[in-house]
């Protein structure tokens, strides 16, 4: 007999008053720990604008790689090849710019790394149906020895004022401009997201792939679409990176895509696909951030910050996790 | 001198309040083979649910062997020498065929820590050579045909000296050599005095291997018989009844059969599933496939809306070939699939969401989604289906079952297509909700549209077909015009082969 009267579960998510805990687990978190360290390190340092803007600063390629990973993983997928992605292209555009192509070949040849690692994740997946985590998994590391291998691990260093206008760690009026990047790429993400048919496309395909097929997406196409903005996002991140440094290092982004996936998750974008937000990503990656720098200014040594970051990671996800039904 | 291993008498069960058995009874003989039959619905499945302690009755009482038992939990019943075999195999494919038959009772080394290995694949050989079963008990399941993977599952229920197997449809998805197999398997079983319950809506298969039959209505036993005594008519009678519901009563409509096919089906063919299969569909005409589960129906629909690669023939729509998924979608074409909750919906989405995935491009305007007329046009369905909800922004999986499907045929509705295809709309959809899709599958039909439906339930079935094509062993073996056929027993024996 099938299901005689399917039962009508109740939504347990716990509210109160008006507000969705839940949903909304990576706000109060920012803002909790936005108090706790203005109250307990605001006269050491922390509430300075340049303070501020330093935390901007240093999470903007982390912040442009997490709404990349935004996307992969609301179409169900993983990509761990996004930080050794970062480095490759940020040796690539510096060694094109050492070369005398130039600002715009510089940004060409960066951002195509990022193409050819998303179209060959893409292929692995897709074409032959290897899971992504392992993909990405050995593209990580098969990345990661190119971009050693390179220069030999020696730094590339960057001489262009285009370059240092656009990508350095200078200002536009008061706000940081990797900042400022970190802001755009959000705003893009989060209309592309929320607002076009590809966005929906993303979210049917990571909510349930064999009802999308059946209504007609081609869902392997998404996935594709999913792995190059992924891999152009580690790009840009790249770039930043180089910008902010002054230098190319083969070592950018090593952990990035952990902490990525972090912000993706604090954010209330579902591991399993299907539910993802731009803001709250966004908001995630500053959380981050935001403690990483709030424990240096404490005088917490390097283990003792992982150690809490991971701590508040874990809890954070714990509460905002959906109720099973 | 026969005795019986399993009594289970005046069995009352009830779901959220809607009684599902009533009364319901049934004996086993040791060393029988014995059907049990009735439509969807019957209570067939919930009472060998409470048999396998899977669900607790409400009333009544179960003796084994002459002793009242009550199991809290399947592992009790497993205890007590009972064992089902599922349609969707309860196997873990990436194990060896050894180690899940010994799966949570490997045999161990004297410390009671490590297993026994050698010992344990013996012990699988053995019992799959008493089959006559050339399986390697070494091999991973994964790497079976469904046939083999059948036996793996009986081998597990008899390493745990099950005394009654209970198999839920077993060949719905053989190949004919291997029903053989089984059937052979089912006759040695017999002999070693273990008792089967054979569910099935096969008759031939039925009277090919067991000794009785039971065969259930509305949760009740109606008749019990030996396989000699009994004729199929009156074995459907039993399962049918007489008392039919009003809204279940066939309306003849007036289609235009003159007009030019909107859907041509030529020479379809789907290697292992769909043999040759050639029909066409007016617009306004609704099309019954007729057949058993595993018949092919299915594939058939899938192939026409291209999700399933065709391996020959055509598909057209308006005299164009159909190739592709796409192709059918802009063509016109609108699926609802037999599996609402793995294919129909996106559980955690809203309904607005649902319902404009298949239709993203005609609510887009300048590159955005229109959020607006979405929203709109889902008040419009919520209205027109009279869907049972909160408002389009509700998350499907709240929603009751006939609601769901509901939602699922405003995805296609949205399109005005030209051809709807309904596979299985009713399962697991109440009885309200049912003639109110019923009565909608007309009016859309009414308005030009070309449907074909799919159903395991004849009742309804030919409540709304015009024309009938009855599926047999993936090939159309009868086509008939709805008023030919004279009652839903004939078309419970046609569809027999």
């Not at chain 2, 000296?161 to 998805?173: F, G, L, W």
């Not at chain 2, 809204?247 to 059969?257: G, Q």
């Not at chain 2, 989405?349 to 609510?363: E, G, K, Q, T, Y």
């Not at chain 2, 909608?440 to 009938?468: M, N, P, Q």
């Amino acid at each position: 007999m099938q299901s005689k009267a399917d039962p009508m579960p109740q939504d347990r998510s716990f509210t109160f008053g008006r507000i969705n805990w839940r949903e909304n687990i990576v706000y109060i978190c920012f803002a909790g720990v936005l108090l706790f360290f203005a109250i307990t390190i605001g006269d050491k340092g922390f509430l300075t604008v340049s303070n501020l803007f330093n935390i901007a600063r240093t999470t903007a390629m982390i912040a442009v790689i997490s709404i990349a990973m935004t996307f992969i993983i609301s179409s169900g997928e993983l990509d761990l090849s996004v930080g050794s992605t970062a480095a490759l292209a940020a040796l690539v555009s510096a060694l094109a710019i050492q070369a005398g192509y130039g600002f715009v070949g510089g940004v060409i040849a960066g951002l195509l790394c990022g193409v050819a690692v998303g179209l060959v994740n893409g292929f692995f997946v897709t074409a032959l149906s290897i899971p992504s985590f392992l993909v990405t998994l050995g593209m990580m590391q098969l990345v990661r020895g190119i971009d050693m291998r390179i220069t030999y691990t020696n730094p590339v260093p960057v001489r262009n004022e285009t370059f240092d206008t656009v990508f350095g760690p200078g200002t536009i009026g008061v706000v940081p401009t990797l900042f400022l990047w970190a802001v755009a790429v959000a705003i893009l993400g989060h209309v592309v997201l929320r607002y076009t048919p590809f966005g929906r496309q993303v979210l049917a395909t990571g909510g349930n792939r064999e009802a999308a097929r059946y209504s007609g997406i081609n869902t392997k196409r998404v996935k594709i679409i999913c792995f190059l903005i992924t891999g152009v996002g580690a790009a840009l991140a790249g770039m930043l990176w180089t910008g902010m440094m002054g230098t190319a290092r083969y070592n950018f982004g090593e952990g990035a895509e952990l902490a990525a996936i972090a912000a993706v998750i604090l954010g209330g974008t579902s591991l399993f696909g299907g539910k993802g937000t731009i803001i709250g990503t966004f908001v995630g990656a500053l959380l981050i951030g935001t403690i990483n720098n709030g424990l240096i200014i404490m005088g917490l040594d390097v283990s003792e910050q992982m150690m809490v970051a991971g701590a508040i990671i874990v809890l954070a996800v714990a509460f905002g996790k959906k109720p099973s039904r | 001198m026969t005795t019986d291993v399993l009594i289970m008498r005046d069995i009352d069960k009830a779901f959220n309040g809607n009684p599902v058995l009533r009364h319901a009874g049934f004996t086993l003989r040791k060393g029988e083979c014995h059907a049990l039959m009735g439509e969807n619905g019957a209570g067939k499945s919930t009472l060998m649910k409470i048999l396998t302690g899977v669900y607790q009755r409400d009333a009544g009482t179960v003796q084994i062997d002459g002793t009242d038992v009550s199991f809290a939990a399947p592992r009790d019943a497993e205890a007590a020498g009972i064992a089902m075999i599922f349609q969707e195999f309860s196997l873990i494919p990436t194990l060896t065929v050894a180690q899940n038959i010994f799966l949570g009772h490997e045999p161990k080394r004297g410390n009671k820590i490590f297993i026994r290995d050698a010992e344990m694949i013996r012990r699988a050989h053995e019992i799959l050579r008493e089959f006559g079963e050339n399986i390697d008990p070494r091999t991973r399941v994964e790497d079976l045909s469904v046939g083999a993977k059948q036996m793996v599952e009986i081998a597990k229920a008899l390493s745990k000296n099950a005394r009654i197997i209970v198999m839920d449809e077993p060949t719905a998805s053989l190949s004919e050599s291997e029903v053989e197999t089984l059937f052979r398997l089912v006759n040695q079983l017999k002999k070693q005095g273990i008792s089967i319950v054979y569910i099935s809506h096969r008759m031939a298969e039925i009277y090919q291997i067991c000794d009785r039959i039971t065969a259930m209505r509305d949760g009740r036993d109606m008749l019990t018989a030996d396989t000699s005594d009994v004729t199929m008519e009156e074995l459907i009678r039993a399962m049918l009844g007489s008392d039919r519901t009003a809204a279940m009563d066939w309306i003849p409509r007036d289609v235009d059969m003159t007009a030019a096919p909107v859907l041509e089906v030529e020479n379809l063919r789907v290697n292992g599933y769909v043999d040759d299969v050639s029909f066409d569909v007016r617009p306004g005409e609704i099309l019954g496939l007729a057949g058993l589960t595993g018949s092919g129906r299915t594939e058939i629909v899938e192939a026409i809306f291209g999700i399933r690669q065709i391996d020959g023939g055509s598909v057209r729509i308006d005299g164009h070939s159909v190739r592709s998924n796409r192709d059918a979608i802009e063509a016109g074409v609108g699926l609802v699939p037999e599996d609402r909750r793995t294919q129909g919906l996106i559980l955690d989405h809203s309904l607005r969401d649902n319902v404009i995935l298949p239709n993203l491009a005609r609510f887009t305007r300048n590159l955005f989604v229109g959020d607006t007329t979405a929203r709109a046009a889902s008040d419009r369905h919520i209205a027109d289906l009279k869907i049972k909800c909160e408002g389009p922004e509700q998350e499907v999986y709240l929603l009751s079952g006939g609601n769901q499907q509901k939602i699922v045929l405003a995805k296609w509705l949205e399109r005005k297509p030209k051809v709807l295809i309904l596979d299985e709309p009713t399962i697991g959809v109440d009885i309200g909700a049912k003639s109110e899709l019923v009565r909608k599958v007309r009016e859309i039909a009414d308005a030009g549209t070309a449907v074909v439906v799919i159903s395991s339930e004849f009742e309804e079935l030919l409540a709304i077909s015009d024309r009938l094509l009855i599926i047999y062993d993936g090939s159309v073996i009868g086509n008939m015009n709805r008023k030919d056929v004279q009652s839903e027993e004939a078309l419970h024996h046609a569809v027999q082969g």
